[in-house]
């Protein structure tokens, strides 16, 4: 079926370490990804994403990969901050027609990564 | 701040009862989602739309609907509350509510039922 997973629930990394997060997703239909931070008490706030034609989108400290021959989306954070600490979740647009364009913007989240920067 | 506004941020009612969750989208978009998000299931799609009406309906419940008005606010109403309705409501919106589009989300509302 459907599902969006990351492969690790926690990661520890040392203040000014790189993170790497990784994230599985089982449909190949999907053609549009997101990588979204929560904190405590709030929303989902957007990192980065990127479309299915790339397989690297870099932003300010944060760049996403997209294999689709594995079907695996990794995002990486240069110099990890204590700010960056947050549950962050990858997300996939499925098409809803397999055979035509989908008019939705329906997203698929897996299950969440918590980052903890130790100072 | 995403420019998304809920309300109200927090709501315990009892088993049963019926609430209703407001969402104002950001300024521009036509597109509304809502999300659950409770422990054990993650974040789950519910509903989305776009200039009043329904586009797009995930796994949500019968006793669940929601609408969007006229001037793009919207509402998800909850009835016949049960425990497991516990979670955050999250409301998403974006410009047209297409594939590919970026959305944006609220803080969410807290909803516990006793």
């Known amino acids: 079926g459907e599902s969006v997973g990351l492969h690790l629930p926690t990661l520890s990394v040392q203040e000014g370490d790189n993170s790497i997060i990784n994230c599985a997703y089982s449909?190949?239909?999907?053609?549009?990804f997101i990588w979204y931070k929560q904190e405590s008490g709030k929303g989902p706030q957007f990192i980065i994403d990127?479309?299915?034609?790339?397989d690297k989108r870099q932003g300010q400290r944060v760049t996403v990969l997209l294999n689709k021959t594995v079907k695996h989306l990794s995002l990486q954070i240069a110099a990890t901050q204590p700010g960056d600490s947050a549950v962050y979740f990858c997300?996939?647009?499925?098409?809803?027609?397999?055979?035509?364009?989908?008019?939705?913007?329906?997203?698929?989240f897996g299950q969440g990564t918590t980052l903890q920067v130790k100072p | 701040d995403s420019g998304v506004t809920q309300t109200p941020k927090h709501l315990i009612t009892a088993t049963g009862q019926r609430v209703t969750l407001r969402c104002s989208p950001r300024?521009?978009?036509?597109?509304v989602y809502w999300y659950q998000q409770s422990l054990d299931q993650g974040l789950q799609f519910l509903i989305q739309?776009?200039?009043?009406?329904?586009?797009a309906k995930g796994n949500i419940l019968e006793r669940f609907s929601a609408q969007q008005f006229p001037d793009l606010h919207s509402e998800l109403n909850l009835s016949s509350l049960e425990l497991g309705d516990s979670a955050l409501y999250f409301c998403?919106?974006?410009?047209?509510?297409?594939?590919?589009?970026?959305?944006?989300f609220g803080p969410g509302t807290r909803l516990t039922v006793l």
């Open positions: 739309y776009y200039n009043g009406e329904e586009r």
């Open positions: 300024s521009g978009d036509l597109s």
């Open positions: 997300a996939e647009n499925i098409k809803s027609r397999p055979h035509g364009s989908s008019n939705t913007g329906k997203l698929i």
């Open positions: 998403a919106s974006s410009v047209d509510g297409t594939p590919s589009e970026t959305q944006y």
């Open positions: 449909n190949s239909a999907s053609d549009y």
């Open positions: 990127i479309r299915s034609n790339m």
